[in-house]
């Protein structure tokens, strides 16, 4: 089997596995415990938050443990209204949201909440390539009353298409109307180089299974200095932000992954971008002219990412197609697959509903190997021909 959908999520990393075990069993105390237990399991908690902000340039006490990127989202973008309750939210229309309009579903689904609240919410355009406007976003910014702006949300890298937004400059103007910014990393955090000390956010949200660590982990980057609600109320843990007995074992392979896909940064970019590019290169020799068109710019994109637009061939049909010949990929994003719509990123982008059902999403990481490139071409190129051939016979 080959796996060519690590964008939907990644194998657990044997380093991660291996420093998290002692704490799901023998070294089992509560962080909170007074006793050697408790000590030990909150001196692994907190050399895993330091080892963690060390990958991503932050101070420790500006990473917050979360259950994933959906938590912390939600976290984020229902703390705009500044905790006022919803009965007051309706009435006075609390400010606003910008966010692209190319965001994963936790986040787009909770700026509609907060537009049923009367939040107003705002979508910036994006390019054919999948990169938001930074000057649609000065004309936003500008029109807007000062401080009437609360948060904008602006995803690092596309989860369909890996496009990377230019979080730098887009931060650095956030900066100077003084809106608080958050960006969505959770396709960025362990696969391009990322510090937050150049990146002008506030908060920054991360997903352990995107990065070699295990499933139902994250954390926040939460700036310090910036203001944040409690998520949870409870024991206190996390600072009093989160309440509840931390995942010790969680936060140690969230930790030993990240830093383990840091330390192999480049060697694994290298390899997924040869990868993806082999793949585009095979398929074009492969199929006729104008059978499939990539989507995005390659130097703006993840390395390991890449989305492809086929003519008239369903995206559903070919994945299936995969499945059977053993490579697992997807339509689009695997959180939108099981629907029959299009995703709303493929029709920001200009695309008819149609090619948006017409694309399959290849991502790959640091546990592939360069001979999938052929591979998975053949595949695809098989699953086309079959598909295209049957239209040909039903005419
Ligand atoms: N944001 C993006 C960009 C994602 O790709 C995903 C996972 N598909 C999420 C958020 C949600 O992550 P999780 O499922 O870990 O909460």
Not at 283 to 308: H, M
Request: hydrophobic share 40%; net charge neutral; charged share 25%.
């Amino acid at each position: 089997m080959i796996y060519a959908d690590a964008a939907s999520t990644t194998r657990l990393s044997q380093t991660a596995l291996e420093k998290a075990f002692p704490f799901l069993r023998d070294s089992f105390g509560n962080p909170s415990s007074r006793h050697s237990l408790g000590v030990a399991a909150k001196r692994a908690l907190e050399e895993a938050r330091a080892l963690i902000a060390e990958s991503i340039g932050a101070e420790p006490e500006e990473i917050v443990f979360t259950s994933g990127a959906s938590e912390a989202n939600a976290w984020i973008i229902s703390n705009v209204g500044g905790g006022k309750t919803d009965a007051e939210t309706r009435r006075v229309g609390v400010g606003r949201v910008v966010a692209s309009a190319i965001e994963h579903p936790s986040v787009r689904k909770m700026c509609e909440a907060l537009k049923r609240r009367n939040v107003g919410v705002e979508y910036l355009p994006v390019d054919r390539d999948g990169i938001v406007s930074v000057d649609a976003l000065k004309t936003t910014l500008a029109a807007a009353r000062k401080g009437n702006v609360n948060l904008s949300t602006i995803m690092f890298a596309n989860n369909e298409i890996g496009a990377i937004q230019p979080i730098e400059e887009i931060g650095a103007l956030l900066r100077t109307f003084d809106v608080p910014f958050h960006t969505d990393a959770t396709q960025a955090v362990g696969h391009i180089p990322l510090d937050v000390r150049n990146l002008n956010v506030d908060f920054l949200t991360a997903s352990a299974h995107k990065f070699n660590g295990p499933k139902g982990m994250g954390f926040l980057f939460c700036r310090r200095g910036v203001a944040v609600l409690p998520i949870l109320e409870g024991g206190g843990q996390e600072r009093g932000l989160r309440a509840g007995t931390e995942n010790v074992a969680g936060a140690v392979a969230t930790a030993y992954a990240l830093a383990e896909n840091v330390a192999n940064l480049a060697e694994t970019t290298v390899k997924t971008r040869r990868i993806t590019t082999e793949i585009v290169e095979r398929l074009q020799t492969a199929l006729p002219q104008g059978a499939f068109t990539v989507v995005g710019d390659e130097a703006r994109r993840l390395p390991g990412t890449i989305n492809l637009v086929f003519k008239d061939v369903r995206g559903d049909a070919l994945v299936q197609i995969l499945d059977l010949k053993g490579v697992c990929a997807s339509t689009g994003s695997a959180c939108s697959s099981g629907k029959t719509e299009p995703s709303p990123t493929a029709l920001a982008l200009g695309f008819s509903p149609e090619a948006a059902k017409s694309s399959v999403r290849l991502s790959f990481d640091r546990d592939n190997s360069p001979s999938d490139a052929a591979v998975v071409a053949e595949a695809l190129a098989f699953a086309y021909r079959k598909i295209t051939a049957a239209q040909r016979r039903q005419r």
